[in-house]
């Protein structure tokens, strides 16, 4: 995201042109994705990168690629009726 223009928004910073990339990348079939940084439950990064249900809304069947994050609580699997961003992943 460092590459991306941070711009400010009502609900705080946000990186729009990097979610648009991120999301043509997984559509047209990317290998691998990497993610080293901050994230949680409810999806990567303080930036909302990446959100719930975004993993919920994908339409890359047959393009799958390799999802590899290093953060916090992601995909945690602990309590069952509170499914995560990295499950519906």
């Not at 042109?17 to 047209?28: G, I, M, V």
């Amino acid at each position: 995201m460092d590459s991306y223009t941070q711009e400010a928004s009502a609900g705080g910073f946000r990186y729009p042109k990097a979610r648009t990339d991120l999301f043509n990348a997984f559509e047209k079939g990317a290998l691998v994705f990497n993610y080293l940084g901050h994230g949680g439950e409810d999806g990567l990064s303080a930036e909302r990168i990446w959100e719930k249900s975004d993993g919920q809304n994908l339409s890359n069947q047959y393009r799958y690629p390799l999802f590899i994050t290093i953060t916090c609580e992601f995909s945690r699997f602990d309590n069952p009726s509170r499914p995560t961003a990295g499950e519906y992943t």
